[in-house]
């Protein structure tokens, strides 16, 4: 599409510093940290929305000096930031980098702790601001949060405040979540906890609800009078990683729907907030969330697929089976890939299916939302061919390729009257030029800054367990027995066709 004229809208310029802080990372060693939060931390640095007062800590059990931990974060930085580095503003960075080794377990690690977050208060003017981030395996989320508090250091007064990031995996299933939250509140107040789905720091997944709320022309046929289902997709090319030890406990369900995906569908179908603020929103979602139809264990074997990826190519390399990867069983019948069908019991959305599907190991990598719409009374149209009567179709593009597509039909030029399928087509690249950002630097700032917008509440984690536990108990009593079931580099097992083709319906084949 070409663009007569650009209005560019940006909030850098209104966006302030966030406020004093000291940022204290758990798990400083891990990949996290020199993946994203550190080259986060640099782009809000060069955007000018970290504060002068300002200092990182890292707490790992690595044996490691605070000049180790600095010259390891400058070529880590190097290596993944997603743009290059400015030599003066990275020194900057780097000097506000220290680094504490201890045991999580042992309280003398919080005892050192607090002394140099007490020197740093005095060197840096960080007024005892601190965010922690618990960057760490799950099992240890509690004992942190419970030395930091038996040390003092999670209460807030005055003025000044105690904010926890809190990774995934968030829980493992209903019960589990459940103890976690009623754990981390005997502790802290929910207004101190920010629980993170990275998924939220995407652009494009932000923009959803600009979309959809800040334009008049979508909202009225946004409902089951105009269209006809949903898909979601978030297709991945990579297999496990390396990460066979954590995969194996989770699956597919787990690591991508219960938070991801769900978050995605919430965003999508949610009704308009009565404002941005935190709670009104989260109180939307969570609406959301409920409304879905809970399954029963008959609707399990009807409503979802479950799928495992055998060897195969994808992009040309061979990869390897699943269960050929480290750590996991040669037996495994954990899932790589999951289709689903949801239903939602409310007004809006009464009788629109939203399918999702989600797999490791597939042909590409992409997430998408795409939006059907209802097809049009054929009469006019009888000599044309049913499958050139392509219902108009939406498509938000979340990644790669970032962008949002109406496909419709339109005269083919000619005599006769035949229809053709076009597409007008928003890019973001195009438009606002290409964004080189981590995911994690709105999610940082906002914390920075208390607002909680994008961050998960505890219900909201709650009610994604609620609609997946059920699925997770009738998977267990009922082992696959057809795994692999396909092919790495294809789209998933053939189940995952039949489970719209049984609709009529068939996934939008999708082309890069
Ligand atoms: C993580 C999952 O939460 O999200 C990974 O644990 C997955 O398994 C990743 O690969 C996908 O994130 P993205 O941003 O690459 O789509």
Same mark, same amino acid.
């Given at each position: ?347 809006? &959305?009464?009788? $629109?299916?939203?399918? +999702?599907?989600?797999? %490791? /190991? !597939?042909?590409? *990598? ?98 994604? &367990?609620?609609? $997946?536990?059920?699925? +997770?108990?009738?998977? %267990? /009593? !009922?082992?696959? *027995? ?31």
């Amino acid at each position: 599409m070409t663009v007569a004229k650009t209005v560019k809208m940006s909030n850098q310029g209104l966006a302030q510093p966030g406020d004093p802080c000291v940022i204290v990372i758990f798990g400083a060693a891990g990949d996290l940290t020199k993946r994203k939060l550190i080259p986060a931390l640099y782009n809000l640095a060069r955007n000018n929305l970290l504060p002068k007062e300002f200092a990182v800590v890292g707490v790992a059990r690595a044996q490691m000096s605070t000049q180790d931990f600095r010259q390891k974060m400058s070529r880590d930085v190097h290596e993944f930031a997603p743009i290059s580095i400015d030599a003066q503003l990275w020194d900057w960075l780097e000097n506000r980098l220290c680094y504490l080794s201890g045991e999580f377990q042992d309280p003398n690690t919080y005892e050192q702790l607090q002394n140099l977050l007490a020197q740093i208060d005095q060197e840096n003017g960080t007024r005892g601001n601190y965010l922690y981030y618990l960057a760490t395996a799950p099992d240890f989320f509690c004992d942190i949060i419970w030395q930091l508090s038996n040390i003092g250091l999670t209460r807030e007064e005055n003025e000044q405040w105690r904010r926890f990031i809190i990774e995934k995996p968030f829980g493992h299933d209903l019960d589990s979540a459940r103890a976690l939250n009623k754990n981390i509140s005997s502790v802290l107040k929910e207004s101190q906890t920010y629980r993170i789905d990275h998924y939220l720091g995407k652009e494009t997944v932000q923009n959803i609800l600009v979309f959809r709320f800040g334009n008049g022309l979508f909202e009225p046929i946004w409902n089951h009078h105009y269209i006809d289902h949903v898909q979601i997709t978030v297709a991945e090319s990579v297999g496990v990683e390396g990460r066979g030890g954590y995969y194996e406990g989770a699956g597919a369900l787990r690591d991508m729907v219960q938070n991801h995906m769900f978050q995605l569908l919430a965003l999508i179908a949610m009704e308009p907030p009565l404002s941005f603020e935190a709670d009104v929103v989260r109180d939307e979602k969570s609406k959301l969330l409920r409304a879905i139809q809970p399954l029963s264990a008959e609707d399990v074997l009807t409503h979802t697929v479950r799928g495992q990826y055998g060897s195969g190519t994808v992009r040309g390399s061979s990869v390897p089976a699943y269960r050929s990867e480290p750590r996991v069983a040669p037996d495994s019948c954990t899932e790589t890939f999951v289709a689903l069908k949801l239903m939602l019991d409310n007004w809006r &959305w009464a009788d $629109v299916p939203f399918y +999702l599907r989600t797999g %490791k /190991a !597939l042909g590409e *990598r992409v997430t998408e939302i795409a939006i059907q719409f209802k097809r049009v009374p054929s009469l006019l149209f009888r000599q044309t061919p049913i499958d050139q009567l392509t219902p108009n179709l939406l498509i938000l593009r979340i990644q790669p390729n970032e962008g949002i597509s109406l496909q419709f039909g339109a005269k083919i030029p000619g005599p006769t009257v035949h229809m053709g399928k076009v597409e007008m087509d928003f890019c973001y690249t195009d438009y606002f030029g290409t964004q080189s950002s981590t995911g994690y630097e709105t999610l940082l700032y906002d914390c920075m800054i208390g607002d909680a917008t994008l961050f998960q509440r505890a219900d909201n984690v709650e009610v994604g &367990w609620s609609v $997946v536990t059920p699925i +997770l108990d009738v998977w %267990k /009593a !009922l082992p696959p *027995r057809n795994f692999p079931n396909y092919a790495a580099g294809t789209w998933g097992p053939k189940e995952a066709d039949d489970l719209l083709e049984n609709d009529g319906r068939q996934w939008r084949r999708i082309d890069l």
